[in-house]
């Protein structure tokens, strides 16, 4: 299955990219030999580059079934079939990707016949989600080519990467449905699809033409849901509603300094307080993560007492592997001095432990507040986080602290990281020679609280919409999530 990125701030078919030399060869130029070398390449800089790369799999299947993906990308019909074949995903890491380059992204939309609407995934069932269409607003879709809809899923839960056997990343895949649900096969000119109407039982069939990029482009940005789109453009945004003495904070990434932080918390909370709102809403859904002392700070404006903030990060290696295909951000080869400026700093901020495992040390840890005190202006009221798959790394952690000192209710999914343990920061990008792809390796894990294990499973929501209810909510136009968790405070629970 395909492992390319997908940019959750970028229009809806825009595969995130990397910008390199202007002198790439051209995706149509590109052979399958191409692609199965670069394959091949990145799973070998996975071996030696990745913190934990047998953590979900042992080295003997890894290799297995590399090679059986590769044997089925030489059997595809062409290039572009060939893309879904990638084996990054055995890693079951949502922080690891890959990308092909600016150039031949834009390319491979004139190479792909793509699914004419978007739509939403909710626990194992495909609603549309655009208004005007031949099939309507709101409609389940059971088949599409008469695959059943949950085979289509199976079929899309390896691209929606998540951390070991979280299934919520599906979550993040849906906005981009169009795209990844073509790429498994690239070159349908018709879609065969079987639906139920809103408020009917009858199924009913009907064939769609392809959409091209333009056309898909369009109706992506026609979707319905999610409703938050202007709370979403924002890093932090906040709403307060007084018939209900609730006030709503959308934060959308923890990747902010802390003065800016505070600034807009600490605003924000005082303001809750002033008013004397009952409830606060704290919206993650779709927060990539940052800086895991940044969701301690937000927690800080909702603990009544302080709290234990502890994590610790810990890697296989502090080598640079294959430095001869390490870049940086803006594409530039790393020189000598970067690598062995990459290996000092790894150097001194971690220490091998009695199984060979690179732990941080004291220096890595400086600054940690490990007892972390309430805010002066710390909320005394009922606590909701609004919780997905979206929800990753140092969200997740935010998420964790609510749970773990049962502080809120979370509502939704499960977040698209562990709850024990996520990779994070120091990532080396590697640009893939034969077709100047991206790859992008996290150099370590990072474990909450002390844990010594990492079950695989990221926060488990306390609520989840009822599936009737979301359903309905859909078709009202209303977000399902944030109009459940409304109707909660309103009838008092």
């Known amino acids: 299955m395909t492992r390319w990125i997908i940019s959750g701030a970028a229009a809806l078919m825009t595969l995130c990219?990397?910008?390199?030399?202007?002198?790439?060869?051209?995706?149509?130029?590109?052979?399958?030999?191409?692609?199965?070398?670069?394959?091949?390449?990145?799973?070998?800089?996975?071996?030696?580059?990745?913190?934990?790369?047998?953590?979900?799999?042992?080295?003997?299947?890894?290799?297995?079934?590399?090679?059986?993906?590769?044997?089925?990308?030489?059997?595809?019909?062409?290039?572009?079939?060939?893309?879904?074949?990638?084996?990054?995903?055995?890693?079951?890491?949502?922080?690891?990707?890959?990308?092909?380059?600016?150039?031949?992204?834009?390319?491979?939309?004139?190479?792909?016949?793509?699914?004419?609407?978007?739509?939403?995934?909710?626990?194992?069932?495909?609603?549309?989600?655009?208004?005007?269409?031949?099939?309507?607003?709101?409609?389940?879709?059971?088949?599409?080519?008469?695959?059943?809809?949950?085979?289509?899923?199976?079929?899309?839960?390896?691209?929606?990467?998540?951390?070991?056997y979280i299934t919520s990343g599906l979550d993040r895949l849906y906005p981009n449905f169009q795209v990844m649900y073509s790429l498994l096969s690239p070159h349908e000119t018709t879609f065969q699809v079987s639906y139920i109407a809103p408020g009917s039982r009858e199924t009913k069939k009907t064939t769609l033409p392809f959409a091209n990029p333009t056309q898909a482009f369009h109706d992506s940005k026609m979707a319905v849901h999610p409703l938050n789109q202007l709370q979403r453009s924002y890093v932090i945004y906040n709403n307060y509603y007084d018939d209900t003495k609730t006030g709503v904070l959308t934060v959308n990434t923890f990747g902010i300094n802390e003065a800016d932080a505070y600034k807009e918390f600490s605003e924000f909370f005082r303001e809750l307080n002033r008013r004397k709102y009952k409830q606060v809403i704290i919206d993650v859904r779709s927060n990539g993560g940052g800086n895991p002392a940044i969701s301690a700070l937000l927690y800080s404006f909702l603990t009544r007492e302080p709290f234990r903030n502890v994590y610790n990060y810990r890697t296989r290696t502090i080598d640079i592997a294959l430095p001869e295909y390490a870049i940086a951000d803006n594409g530039r080869r790393l020189s000598d001095d970067d690598i062995q400026t990459q290996k000092n700093f790894l150097y001194q901020r971690f220490d091998k432990d009695k199984n060979g495992i690179y732990v941080g040390n004291a220096r890595l840890r400086d600054g940690l507040l490990e007892n972390?005190?309430?805010?002066?202006?710390?909320?005394?009221?009922?606590?909701?986080?609004?919780?997905?798959?979206?929800?990753?790394?140092?969200?997740?952690?935010?998420?964790?602290?609510?749970?773990?000192?049962?502080?809120?209710?979370?509502?939704?999914?499960?977040?698209?990281?562990?709850?024990?343990?996520?990779?994070?920061a120091w990532f080396m990008k590697y640009l893939l020679p034969r077709t100047k792809s991206v790859l992008s390796v996290p150099m370590s894990e990072l474990y909450f609280f002390d844990a010594a294990t990492d079950k695989g499973h990221g926060v488990m929501p306390d609520k989840e919409v009822p599936v009737d209810k979301f359903i309905s909510y859909i078709q009202a136009g209303k977000d399902p999530e944030m109009s459940y968790t409304m109707e909660l405070i309103r009838n008092g629970k």
């Open 17 to 164: 990219c990397f910008r390199v030399s202007a002198q790439d060869k051209k995706l149509s130029n590109l052979t399958k030999e191409d692609f199965i070398a670069d394959f091949r390449l990145a799973a070998e800089i996975l071996k030696k580059q990745h913190p934990n790369p047998y953590k979900w799999i042992d080295s003997a299947s890894f290799q297995r079934k590399v090679d059986s993906l590769m044997e089925k990308a030489a059997a595809a019909p062409d290039v572009v079939s060939c893309l879904q074949y990638s084996p990054i995903y055995l890693v079951r890491d949502v922080h690891t990707n890959l990308g092909v380059s600016a150039d031949n992204a834009k390319e491979l939309y004139s190479m792909i016949n793509l699914f004419p609407y978007p739509v939403i995934i909710e626990r194992g069932k495909i609603f549309i989600n655009i208004k005007g269409g031949v099939v309507p607003f709101g409609a389940e879709v059971t088949s599409i080519n008469n695959v059943p809809a949950e085979d289509i899923i199976q079929a899309l839960s390896t691209p929606a990467y998540s951390d070991g």
């Open 372 to 424: 972390f005190p309430p805010d002066k202006d710390a909320f005394d009221g009922k606590v909701y986080v609004l919780a997905g798959g979206g929800t990753v790394s140092a969200a997740t952690y935010f998420a964790s602290l609510v749970q773990q000192n049962k502080r809120g209710v979370i509502i939704g999914h499960e977040t698209g990281s562990g709850e024990a343990a996520t990779t994070a």
